[in-house]
């Protein structure tokens, strides 16, 4: 089955950079997801990655190794509205819906 | 487009007493996902439809739980008897057939209480 190991919290002062770093273990692998999530909301989209390597959003990037079965989200120049709960998610084994790791809960200080 | 929608937003009920949650996915939308979140499970995939039919139903917790998709346009998953351990927010998520990047659009969740 699929399986995701994240850490279960970060804290950082604003300004800062943090990498939320996401292993995997899948029977047929179609991606990393990233999402996040706001206290009492519900889970968005950030970002995703099909191939090994970085893709950049804005402040935000996620990067692939599939070599390594690795991601992580490196969020940068932290604002206080990025605290929130980060998932890393792979597909299921019939490559469909979502399977989620724990959850990463970011806590950005002043 | 509204985006998903779900309701009731919140609901408190007593054990024993029979929940429905609904659900309207994106319109255009194939796929209707709903989840359930705790602290200690985290977010958990329940069961899943592909064009109004149910394609994967294994994480559903027990018979209590049951899921329908009667058209494109409307979902519900019931709870019948409910009980305490079943309090969580539940989520419901659709997604086109033809998106490239593993986005899921999620509805603003129900939580359920149950007494």
């Known amino acids: 089955g699929q399986s995701l190991e994240q850490p279960s919290e970060v804290t950082a002062v604003e300004g800062a950079i943090v990498q939320i770093n996401c292993t995997y273990q899948?029977?047929?692998?179609?991606?990393l997801s990233w999402y996040q999530q706001h206290d009492g909301g519900a889970p968005t989209f950030l970002s995703y990655?099909?191939?090994?390597g970085l893709e950049e959003t804005g402040r935000f990037s996620s990067f692939l190794s599939r070599s390594d079965s690795y991601g992580y989200l490196l969020l940068q120049e932290l604002q206080m509205k990025d605290s929130a709960s980060y998932f890393c998610?792979?597909?299921?084994?019939?490559?469909?819906?979502?399977?989620f790791g724990k959850g990463t809960t970011l806590s950005v200080s002043s | 487009d509204a985006g998903v929608i779900q309701s009731p937003r919140h609901e408190v009920t007593e054990m024993g007493q029979e929940v429905t949650l609904r659900c309207k996915p994106i319109?255009?939308?194939?796929?209707l996902f709903w989840y359930r979140q705790t602290m200690m499970r985290g977010l958990e995939l329940l069961i899943y439809?592909?064009?109004?039919?149910?394609?994967?139903d294994s994480g559903m917790p027990e018979d209590r739980f049951s899921a329908k998709m009667p058209n494109a346009s409307f979902s519900t998953l019931k709870i019948q008897p409910s009980e305490p351990r079943d309090s969580a927010v539940y989520f419901c998520?659709?997604?086109?057939?033809?998106?490239?990047?593993?986005?899921?659009?999620f509805g603003p969740g129900t939580r359920l209480t149950v007494l």
């Open positions: 998520a659709s997604t086109p057939a033809s998106g490239s990047r593993n986005e899921q659009f």
């Open positions: 998610a792979v597909k299921d084994q019939a490559g469909t819906a979502l399977i």
């Open positions: 319109s255009g939308h194939d796929y």
């Open positions: 899948t029977s047929g692998f179609y991606g």
């Open positions: 439809f592909n064009n109004n039919v149910p394609i994967d």
């Open positions: 990655n099909a191939l090994d």
